[in-house]
C-alpha cells in the first residue's frame, strides 16, 4: 500500500496534475493579494487548464508546439465566443461552425485530438464568462498568459527531471511485457479454454505498442536533439532488448493442439517451463522497481536450477518415449528451450546494463534510428481526405456539432444556473467510438453521483472555508492525476474540486451541486444517445480496413524474411521497419476488435468470424516472428527450393485476402502441384536427416553441430512455412464469411 502510494507520488500523471494546481493557485493568489482581483486569476488559472491536454509523452518539441497550438486555439475561440454572446443569430452559426471544425482537427492523430480538446473544453467555457471587471479581450488574453505560464512549468520541469517522463514510460512498458510474458506462460499450461488468456494478450499488445511508440519518440528524437550522451546511449539499448524480449514472447509460435496431444501425458515438462517463464517476468518486474528506485539490482534468480531441470526433463523424455518417436517432441523442447535462454540472456544484459554501463564503451546508436520515428503528418490533404462519411472523424464532428447544439438549446430553453456544463460533459464524454463514449458515460455519471454525496456530506458537517480551500486544492490534483488510469474517481475529485471552488465563491452551496448533477446527467444522456443514433461508425464497418493493413504488413515482413534467408549477415534496416510496421498494425486491428466488442450486440456483425479472424492474425504475427527470429539468430545453410514454393504461395494467400477486403475480383491462381512436390521435398529431406542421424546413433556416435543444425532448420522452418500457409488459407476461408 505505501509502496503504491510512494509509486503514485513518482508518476508522471501526478506531477502533471501538481503543475496544473501549482500554475493555478500561484495565478490565483498573485491575482488576488497583489492586484485585488479573483476575475483575473480566474483567467489565468483557466489558460493553465486548457494547455495542459496536450501535455502529453512525448519530445520537448512536439510538447511545445502542441501545448502553443493549444493556447492559439483558446484565445481565439474564446474571443470569437465571447464576443458574440449575446448575438444568438450569429452565435449559433458560429458554434456550429467552431464545434465541427475544432472537432475535425483530430484527423490529425493523437496530440491534434488533444489540442481539439482544449478548442472544445475552450469553446464551452467561454460561454460562463460573466465578469464585469474584464473584458472579453482581456479575458482571453489573460488565458494566453496563463497558458504560457504552464508551459514554461511544464518544459521547465521536463528539462530539469529528464529522467522522469522516460523512466515513467520505461517502467510501464516493463510491467505490460512483463504481464504478457506471464500469460503466455499460463496458455502454455491452460488444456481447457485459452480464450480469455489470448484476449487479455489482445489488449495488451495494444497498450505494449502505444508505450514503445511513445519511447521512440522520448528516447530517438533526444537523441537528435541533444547528442548521443552515456544516458541516452543506456535508454536506446534497455529499449531494443525489451523489444527483443517483446518479439521472443510473441515468436514463440505453438500450435496448442499439436502441443496437448505431444506432451498430454508429460505435464511436468511443460509445468517446468511454465516456471521458467514466471521467473523471467518477476524478473522483469523486479527491473521496473529498480528503475524507480524501489529495490535494488540483484542478480540472484533461479535460472541456471530451472534450465538444469528442464534439460533433465527432455533425456527423460527421450528415454521413456524412445528413439525415432520422440524426436519431434524433443526438437520442439529443445528449441523451447534455447527461446527461453534468449530470453534470459536478454534480461541479463539489461541488468548489466543497469548495474554497470560505464565500462561499456562499445555500444552503438541504433542504425538509422530516425526511420523509427513515427512521422507526425500534418498534411491539409488529410483534411480533404477525410471529408467523407466513409471517414469515423468526419462523422464524429459532424456527431458533436449536432449534440452540442441540441445541449445548448435545452439549456437556453430551460435556462439552467450553469447550463454550459451540460456542453462541458459532452465534449469530455462523447468520443469517435460508442464502446468508448458508453464506458465514459457510465464513469462520469457515478463519478459525479460519488463526488456530489461526498461534497454534501462534508459541507454539512463543517463550513470552514479553509477547509473547503484545502479540499478544493487536493481533489484537484487527485482528479487530474487520475483522469487517465481511472476516469470514474477522476470525475468524483473533479466534481469535489467544483463543489468546492463554488462553496469559497457562492452563498448556496446545495444549489450549485443540484444543478452540477442535473446538467452532468442530461449532458451524459446526449452523448450516450447521440453516438447511437447520430450517423454511428459501427466498428463491423471500419474494421475490414485494418484487416487489410495488417495483412499488409505481413506480406512485406515476409518478404522482407525471405530476403534476409538469401542474403544473411547483418539486419537490415528495411527489414527492421517491416517487422515494426506489421506488431503496430495487429495492434492496431486488436484496437478494433475490443471497440467491436463493446458495442451493441445487434450492431456486432459477424462478431464470432472477426474473433477468429483475430485469433488467426495473432497468430500468424507468432509464427511469423518465430520464422523470423530463427532466421536472424542462427546460422542457416542454402535456401531450398521449397522454401521458395512455400513464400511463393503464402505471399499469394494474403493477396487475395487483401482483394476479398477491398471486395476486388482476384485473378492469382497458382500452380498447387508444385506446393505438393514442396511438401513432400522437406519431408524427405527431413526423413533423409533423421535416417543418417539414427545410423549414427546405432553406431554409437555422437551428434555433430552441423547434424543438430541441419535437423533443428529443417523442422522449424518447414514447420513454420506450413503453419504460415494453413493459416494464410484459414484467412481466405473466414474473410468469405464476412
Not at 465 to 480: D, E, H, M, N, Q
Not at 686 to 702: C, H, T, V, Y
Request: net charge neutral; glycine share 4%.
Amino acid at each position: 500500500m505505501v509502496k503504491n502510494l510512494i509509486r503514485y507520488f513518482k508518476g508522471i500523471y501526478f506531477i502533471k496534475a501538481f503543475l496544473v494546481a501549482l500554475a493555478m493557485v500561484i495565478a490565483v493568489i498573485v491575482s488576488v493579494y497583489f492586484f485585488d482581483s479573483f476575475d483575473v486569476g480566474f483567467s489565468v488559472a483557466l489558460g493553465a487548464i486548457l494547455c495542459a491536454p496536450s501535455d502529453v509523452s512525448g519530445s520537448v518539441k512536439h510538447k511545445f508546439y502542441g501545448m502553443l497550438a493549444s493556447l492559439i486555439l483558446a484565445f481565439s475561440i474564446t474571443f470569437l465566443i465571447g464576443y458574440f454572446n449575446n448575438y444568438l443569430p450569429v452565435l449559433v452559426p458560429l458554434l456550429i461552425i467552431l464545434v465541427f471544425l475544432i472537432s475535425y482537427i483530430s484527423v490529425f492523430g493523437f496530440r491534434a485530438s488533444l489540442i481539439s480538446l482544449s478548442g472544445l473544453i475552450a469553446l464551452v467555457l467561454a460561454f460562463g464568462h460573466q465578469s464585469a471587471e474584464i473584458s472579453i479581450l482581456e479575458h482571453s488574453l489573460f488565458i494566453v498568459l496563463g497558458g504560457v505560464w504552464y508551459l514554461v512549468l511544464a518544459i521547465s520541469t521536463q528539462l530539469l527531471l529528464p529522467r522522469v517522463q522516460a523512466d515513467f514510460l520505461f517502467v510501464e512498458l516493463l510491467e505490460k511485457t512483463a504481464e504478457f510474458i506471464k500469460i503466455r506462460g499460463k496458455l502454455l499450461a491452460e488444456e481447457n479454454d485459452r480464450t480469455s488468456l489470448l484476449e487479455e494478450n489482445f489488449k495488451l499488445q495494444t497498450a505494449i505498442n502505444e508505450l514503445q511508440e511513445n519511447i521512440r519518440e522520448v528516447v530517438l528524437e533526444k537523441r537528435f536533439n541533444s547528442g548521443f550522451s552515456n544516458r541516452t546511449r543506456r535508454q536506446q539499448l534497455i529499449f531494443s532488448k525489451i523489444i527483443e524480449i517483446y518479439e521472443l514472447a510473441i515468436s514463440n509460435a505453438i500450435d496448442y493442439d499439436k502441443f496437448d496431444t505431444l506432451f498430454k501425458e508429460h505435464h511436468e515438462k511443460v509445468d517446468e517451463f511454465k516456471l521458467l517463464i514466471f521467473e523471467v517476468s518477476d524478473k522483469l518486474n523486479h527491473i521496473s522497481k529498480v528503475i524507480l528506485k524501489e529495490e535494488k539490482l540483484t542478480y540472484k534468480n533461479n535460472f541456471k536450477v530451472l534450465i538444469k531441470k528442464i534439460e533433465n526433463h527432455i533425456q527423460i523424455y527421450k528415454v521413456d518415449i524412445g528413439l525415432p518417436e520422440s524426436r519431434e517432441g524433443v526438437i520442439f523442447l529443445l528449441n523451447y528451450k534455447a527461446y527461453q535462454e534468449k530470453q534470459i540472456s536478454n534480461l541479463m544484459d539489461i541488468v548489466r546494463i543497469l548495474d554497470n554501463y560505464s565500462k561499456n564503451d562499445k555500444i552503438r546508436a541504433i542504425k538509422d534510428a530516425e526511420q523509427f520515428l513515427t512521422p507526425q503528418d500534418y498534411d491539409v490533404k488529410k483534411l480533404k481526405a477525410n471529408f467523407t462519411f466513409k471517414s469515423p472523424i468526419f462523422r464524429h464532428s459532424l456527431r458533436l456539432t449536432l449534440t452540442m447544439l441540441i445541449g445548448f438549446a435545452i439549456g437556453f430553453v430551460i435556462e439552467m444556473q450553469q447550463s454550459y456544463w451540460i456542453l462541458l460533459t459532452i465534449v469530455v464524454i462523447m468520443r469517435p467510438s460508442y464502446g468508448l463514449t458508453k464506458e465514459r458515460t457510465k464513469n462520469r455519471v457515478i463519478g459525479t453521483l460519488i463526488g456530489a454525496a461526498v461534497g454534501v456530506g462534508i459541507i454539512f458537517l463543517t463550513q470552514n472555508p479553509v477547509i473547503y480551500a484545502v479540499i478544493a486544492a487536493v481533489s484537484l490534483i487527485i482528479g487530474f492525476s487520475l483522469v487517465k488510469e481511472n476516469y470514474r474517481n477522476a470525475a468524483a475529485f473533479i466534481t469535489l474540486y467544483v463543489i468546492f471552488m463554488y462553496a469559497l465563491i457562492h452563498p448556496n452551496i446545495l444549489t450549485v451541486i443540484q444543478f452540477r448533477v442535473i446538467d452532468t446527467l442530461i449532458g451524459s444522456m446526449l452523448a450516450y444517445v447521440a453516438n447511437y443514433l447520430f450517423w454511428p461508425a459501427w466498428e463491423a464497418k471500419n474494421i475490414k480496413e485494418v484487416l487489410s493493413k495488417s495483412i499488409e504488413g505481413f506480406s512485406d515482413f515476409l518478404k522482407q524474411i525471405a530476403v534476409f534467408y538469401h542474403e544473411k549477415g547483418e539486419v537490415p534496416t528495411v527489414y527492421a521497419l517491416a517487422r515494426k510496421e506489421a506488431f503496430l498494425q495487429v495492434g492496431n486491428l486488436n484496437a478494433a476488435y475490443q471497440r467491436l466488442a463493446q458495442e451493441p450486440k445487434s450492431r456486432q456483425e459477424n462478431i464470432a468470424v472477426f474473433y477468429e479472424l483475430i485469433t488467426i492474425i495473432n497468430t500468424y504475427l507468432s509464427s511469423l516472428s518465430s520464422l523470423g527470429m530463427y532466421i536472424r539468430t542462427n546460422e542457416t545453410g542454402k535456401v531450398p527450393e521449397q522454401f521458395e514454393v512455400y513464400v511463393k504461395h503464402i505471399l499469394s494467400n494474403l493477396e487475395k485476402a487483401m482483394e476479398l477486403l477491398n471486395n476486388s475480383e482476384s485473378t492469382i491462381c497458382l500452380d498447387t502441384e508444385e506446393l505438393g512436390f514442396a511438401a513432400k521435398n522437406y519431408d524427405d529431406y527431413f526423413q533423409s536427416l533423421s535416417n543418417q542421424r539414427d545410423k549414427e546413433i546405432a553406431k554409437g556416435l555422437p551428434i555433430t553441430k552441423e547434424m543438430r543444425s541441419q535437423l533443428h532448420e529443417t523442422q522449424m522452418v518447414s514447420e513454420q512455412v506450413r503453419w504460415l500457409l494453413s493459416l494464410s488459407e484459414s484467412l481466405i476461408k473466414n474473410i468469405k464469411k464476412v
